[in-house]
């Protein structure tokens, strides 16, 4: 078997599902960056502490909104056609698993 031919009609489908992944990857991806800036920026150099809020109390919720990120990306960020996960790259042309294009 070949790889598959699609419509001109599939092929938009496949793009504006792209579109949508990569716009929740922002939504879930750029508060949280800010996030952590701002934890960064505010910790207290001797305690740890964030605008009074201790470091046992801060650290594991951090620790939790970034692994439900990273668990959210593996699902999210792959490949409308053929499921295969998009890696590290923010903008890609097209799958490397399949070729579709995907911009
Ligand atoms: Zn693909």
Same mark, same amino acid.
């Given at each position: 078997m070949g790889p598959r031919i699609r419509t001109d009609a599939e092929k938009a489908v496949i793009k504006a599902s792209f579109a949508a992944r990569r716009r929740r990857q922002f939504l879930v991806l750029t508060p949280l960056l800010g996030i952590v800036i701002a934890v960064a920026g505010l910790a207290? =150099? +001797?305690?740890?502490?964030?605008l009074g809020v201790p470091a046992g109390v801060w650290a594991p919720a951090l620790f939790a909104g970034l692994g439900g990120a990273a668990v959210y990306t593996l699902f999210n960020? +792959? *490949?409308? =056609? *053929?499921?295969?996960y998009l890696g590290a790259q923010w903008s890609p042309m097209r799958c490397r698993g399949c070729g579709i294009p995907l911009r």
């Open positions: 207290d =150099a +001797r305690s740890q502490a964030v960020w +792959r *490949c409308p =056609a *053929c499921n295969r």
